[in-house]
């Protein structure tokens, strides 16, 4: 069981909006620490598509955006394109655990 | 270019030990945090290790604590992960990531991967 819980699947036709959600617990997103969302391509390494809660690397395209609250966080999807099913996991870090954790990963479908 | 690139993976039976490696380049490898992520068959991210930029702290996940180790060595550019007393739960990819602190913390550059696979 991972530290941070996402839903397994979610989906949604093209041009729709959806958002994957990634909750934790006051030892990791609740004290403060950053979360970090990766997109990953079946067979291919993980890619960062937000950092710090709400930052894209240059390249990412700004129909993605991550968010906070609490000791949760959101990634949101809109404008869906077919090139977005992949799997999408949620990072952050651990203080009573002291280590880096990763959500269980959500895979989306593009229906 | 910016590239991490793992090697080292195989098959080895249960009980064995295996070393990976991660080359860097394109970047000043003795400046980051690096971290060493598996992947399951068919499951999702496990971190498993962190070294510090110098070398001087390093951290690891429960599920490998006192059978794997983390080194670096910046003069070759090269991240090692040394895996004594694997066991089959073991078998997974094996990624190299950078840590970037002006990227949050996030892991910015990930290699292709290695695979380990243990089984007699």
């Known amino acids: 069981q991972s530290v941070l819980t996402q839903s397994p699947s979610v989906s949604g036709a093209p041009g729709q909006r959806v958002t994957i959600s990634c909750t934790g617990s006051?030892?990791?997103?609740?004290?403060?620490?950053?979360v970090n969302w990766y997109q990953q391509v079946p067979g291919t390494a993980p890619k960062v598509l937000i950092y710090?809660?709400?930052n894209r690397p240059s390249g990412v395209p700004d129909r993605l955006s991550g968010s906070k609250s609490g000791t949760s966080a959101s990634l949101a999807i809109t404008g869906l394109q077919a090139e977005d099913e992949a799997d999408y996991y949620c990072q952050s870090y651990d203080s009573s655990l002291s280590l880096w954790v990763f959500g269980g990963g959500t895979k989306l479908t593009v229906l | 270019q910016v590239r991490l690139v793992e090697s080292g993976g195989g098959v080895v039976q249960p009980g064995r030990s295996l070393r990976l490696s991660c080359a860097a380049s394109g970047f000043t490898f003795s400046s980051y945090a690096m971290h060493w992520v598996r992947q399951a068959p068919g499951k999702g991210l496990e971190w498993v290790a962190v070294?510090?930029?110098?070398?001087?702290?390093?951290y690891y996940a429960d599920s490998v604590k006192g059978r794997f180790t983390i080194s670096r060595d910046n003069s070759k550019n090269t991240l090692y992960l040394q895996m004594n007393s694997l066991r089959a739960e073991d078998t997974a990819v094996y990624y190299c990531?950078?840590?970037?602190?002006?990227?949050?913390?996030?892991?910015?550059?990930w290699g292709q991967g290695t695979m380990v696979t243990v089984s007699s």
């Open positions: 990531a950078r840590q970037n602190h002006d990227y949050g913390n996030a892991f910015d550059i």
């Open positions: 070294i510090w930029y110098d070398g001087s702290k390093k």
């Open positions: 006051s030892s990791n997103i609740g004290a403060g620490y950053d």
């Open positions: 710090g809660n709400n």
